[in-house]
């Protein structure tokens, strides 16, 4: 899923891949592929610098968030990303002496990533914008009810008797005296 810059030699250039999700390695990560992944970009070099803009499409499998069972979500993210070549020890070291590696990011610098060998990894470029896709609480459906926190059951399958309810045992002196009047 190497991009070769070197072979590019036209201002701009278009990409349509397909990947497989055995051609990716998410071993580690929150999610997983649930089918092909289609990815449309335009390349536009000028000089070193390299704009890709695109599309990358599939669908992701993650868990939800209460009841832990596994479902999908569809993925169709736009991305829009500057590459600059990847900065020699001497650049690095005038950076550092701006005050440039101390945390703070300039408002220029978000939108960009570096490549080293004229290579850029696509599937790096994918796994970030799957991220990014991802919901911050996953769930399944809006009214999910998850697992019973005694049983462990998943409420959303079948009904327990549990008691869910939880008493502070701080508080049994004063629940004591609201008893004795």
């Given at each position: ?114 490549y ?33 926190p ?10 327990c ?21």
């Amino acid at each position: 899923m190497l991009l070769d810059l070197s072979r590019f030699r036209g201002e701009i250039d278009h990409l349509e891949r397909h990947y497989q999700p055995a051609d990716f390695s998410l071993k580690d990560d929150d999610f997983r592929l649930a089918g092909l992944v289609d990815l449309s970009a335009d390349v536009r070099k000028d000089g070193r610098r390299v704009r890709l803009t695109g599309r990358v499409a599939g669908r992701l499998e993650i868990d939800c968030s209460r009841c832990l069972e596994p479902f999908q979500v569809p993925v169709d993210a736009a991305f829009d990303l500057l590459f600059l070549p990847a900065a020699e020890p001497a650049d690095d070291t005038a950076r550092v002496r701006r005050g440039g590696d101390q945390g703070e990011v300039d408002e220029d610098d978000v939108g960009v990533s570096f490549y080293r060998d004229d290579v850029i990894d696509l599937g790096e470029v994918m796994r970030e914008q799957f991220y990014l896709a991802l919901p911050m609480k996953p769930l399944c459906r809006e009214a999910c009810a998850g697992l019973c926190p005694v049983c462990g059951i998943n409420r959303n399958r079948e009904a327990c008797s549990c008691e869910s309810t939880w008493t502070d045992p701080r508080l049994d002196v004063l629940r004591k005296l609201r008893e004795k009047s």
